[in-house]
């Protein structure tokens, strides 16, 4: 199964995860990555990025040999666990599963070039829908199985209420067992449909996420003292606003005006008045939001990447470089 992009890419947790599902049934790691062609030395680094078509054979060739039709319902596991971290940090930026759904479009770019998620409304119902980015995909079962899983453990358990699913769709053929699929999804489960998604009751979108009582570090828990306390109460909620939308991804003057439910032109009017302007402060923002994160060990670069809402690590990378002299691993190993 290959791309149809030669040079898409994933990052090498991708291959980790399926590697740790692997091997916890019985496989031979390294017999497994020989097999694959894949050089065991390239997955040492979580942010390297690896070929899809080199991910698609390994899953494959475990899918194979573990025997496991349900291989990606333990895979999706395991990236929600991989990425739990992340969420904790989400619960302190988004207010609600609303904005944290408008989030996962860019979340997954922390996965790489494997596909994208749609959010649509249906009555009293809304829908995450799975587009696979490589269309020989869309029937296979362990990546469908993959992302559905991950993301229904992540909504159910970042709410303050239960979020369970009320039906699941599959773009693949109906399996001989079930069993699996109905325990995670419940029992309104329908195959051979044109995309795989989840639904859920449109209610929730309006629910809290969880307060959460977690260690996120003296550096980060400093954080709105020296971020969000300002002589000005305007700036103070600017910039609150853009630490919120800043993971969506494509921050600019008009999506934060939205967000703020002010017009673009007052926006830029008060901000004038302060003696600013949208550009500098998303820059402020950014350099001190990334010495924060950087402190904290549990969040990788490619994570605070995103939590920045660069596209990407290098594009993080690069514009670190022109605020400090240096890579983000470097300023991370020297502090």
């Known amino acids: 199964m290959r791309s149809p992009?030669?040079?898409a890419s994933v990052y090498a947790s991708c291959l980790d995860a399926v590697l740790q599902v692997a091997t916890a049934q019985g496989v031979d790691r390294q017999t497994l990555l020989r097999d694959a062609g894949i050089d065991q030395n390239a997955l040492v680094l979580p942010g390297q990025r690896m070929l899809v078509s080199d991910f698609f054979t390994l899953y494959k060739l475990a899918e194979q040999r573990t025997g496991n039709p349900d291989l990606g319902l333990e895979v999706g596991r395991v990236i929600y666990f991989l990425g739990l971290n992340l969420q904790l940090y989400m619960t302190t930026i988004c207010r609600n599963l609303r904005e944290y759904l408008n989030v996962i479009p860019s979340a997954l770019n922390l996965?790489?070039?494997l596909g994208t998620v749609s959010m649509q409304s249906e009555g009293e119902f809304v829908r995450l829908d799975w587009h696979p980015l490589d269309p020989g995909t869309r029937s296979w079962r362990c990546l469908s199985d993959e992302m559905l899983v991950a993301s229904a453990l992540i909504v159910d358990s970042i709410c303050s209420l239960p979020v369970p699913v009320l039906a699941a769709q599959f773009s693949y053929p109906r399996p001989a067992s079930v069993e699996k699929l109905e325990t995670l999804f419940g029992p309104d489960l329908r195959f051979d449909c044109e995309v795989s998604c989840l639904y859920f009751e449109r209610a929730s979108l309006r629910y809290p996420l969880i307060a959460l009582d977690y260690d996120l570090g003296m550096e980060f828990s400093a954080a709105p003292q020296s971020l969000f306390e300002s002589p000005s109460p305007f700036l103070r909620d600017i910039r609150t606003a853009m630490?919120?939308?800043l993971p969506s991804g494509g921050l600019t003057i008009d999506s934060l005006s939205r967000d703020m439910n002010i017009s673009r032109r007052t926006l830029q009017r008060r901000l004038?008045?302060?003696d600013s302007s949208f550009k500098q402060l998303l820059q402020e923002l950014r350099m001190e939001l990334a010495d924060r994160y950087l402190a904290d060990s549990r969040l990788g670069i490619t994570e605070i990447a995103f939590l920045l809402g660069y596209s990407d690590q290098a594009s993080f990378s690069?514009?670190?470089?022109?605020w400090r002299g240096c890579s983000p691993s470097d300023y991370r190993s020297h502090r």
């Open 272 to 274: 004038t008045a302060h």
């Open 5 to 7: 992009i030669s040079s």
């Open 111 to 113: 996965r790489g070039d």
């Open 243 to 245: 630490r919120r939308v």
């Open 318 to 322: 690069n514009a670190f470089k022109l």
